[in-house]
């Protein structure tokens, strides 16, 4: 999907989606490919966001 994943301190942390996904706006950092951050929602569904459409905890 990725080039290449970088492990940085942000994977793991809580994070809050700007825009609203299918009415989900929490979830959890699980992956960092540098300008696209990969998001577990709490609905279950991993989605691909830029770093400017999350707010990261």
Partial sequence: ????EEATEIIG???TLLVPYKG???GT???DYGNKI???L???KEIA???DE????
């Fill in 13 to 15: 942390a809580h994070c």
């Fill in 42 to 44: 709490s609905n279950g």
């Fill in 1 to 4: 999907m990725y080039e290449s």
């Fill in 29 to 31: 950092v699980v992956g």
């Fill in 54 to 57: 999350l707010i990261i905890y």
């Fill in 38 to 40: 990969v998001v577990r």
């Fill in 49 to 51: 966001a830029y770093l």
């Fill in 24 to 26: 989900c706006t929490e």
